[in-house]
C-alpha cells in the first residue's frame, strides 16, 4: 500500500519545525517505529536546513516542497527548491580524517543524512533542484 503526503514550506529555518511536525504526523500515520521515525527526521530536517542555508543563501521567502511517500517497502522522501544547485564541494572533503582535532567545525550534513538512509539522489532540472531519500523499512 503505498501512501503520500505533501506540504510546502517557506526557506525560513523557523519553518523548519513545522515541517518536522508534518513529517511526524505522516509517521504515527504510518505506523512507523519510534526510532525509525526519529531517524527519518534527523535526514530531513538536516537536508532542509541545508537547502536554507546553501540553496537559498539563508534567504526567506523561497519555496520549499516536501513529498513523503511509504511504499511495502520504503519511505521516500523528495525534496525540491528552487535556489542554487548542489555542489561536491558542499561536503565535508575532510571527513575521513582520524585526527579529531583536525576536523571541520562544519559541514556534516550530508554526511550524517547518508548514514541514516540507504540511498540519496540529486537531480537539477532547469532551476529546480531535487533531492531524494530512500529508506528501508525491511
Known amino acids: 500500500m503505498n501512501t503520500i503526503n505533501q506540504t510546502e514550506i517557506d ?5 523548519v519545525k513545522n515541517l518536522a511536525s508534518h513529517f511526524q504526523a505522516f509517521c504515527t500515520y504510518n505506523k512507523l517505529n519510534e526510532q525509525l521515525s526519529g531517524l ?15 540553496a537559498y543563501e539563508g534567504v526567506p521567502g523561497n519555496s520549499i516542497k516536501a513529498d513523503y511517500k511509504k511504499t511495502d517497502d ?6 525540491t527548491d528552487f535556489g542554487k544547485q548542489f555542489s561536491a564541494k558542499d561536503k565535508n572533503a575532510e ?9 571541520p567545525e562544519g559541514n556534516w550534513g550530508i554526511d550524517l ?7 540519496i539522489k540529486r537531480s537539477r532540472t532547469g ?11 525491511n
Not at 526557506?11 to 519553518?15: T, Y
Not at 520504503?74 to 525534496?79: K, V
Request: glycine share 0%.
Open 11 to 15: 526557506s525560513d529555518l523557523s519553518e
Open 40 to 54: 527519518l527526521e534527523l535526514a530531513l530536517v538536516e537536508a532542509v536546513n541545508n537547502i536554507v542555508i546553501h
Open 74 to 79: 520504503n519511505i521516500i522522501i523528495t525534496l
Open 95 to 103: 571527513s575521513k580524517s582520524d585526527d579529531i582535532d583536525a576536523l
Open 113 to 119: 543524512i547518508e548514514s541514516i538512509v540507504d540511498e
Open 127 to 137: 532551476n529546480s533542484n531535487t533531492l531524494t531519500i530512500i529508506k528501508s523499512i
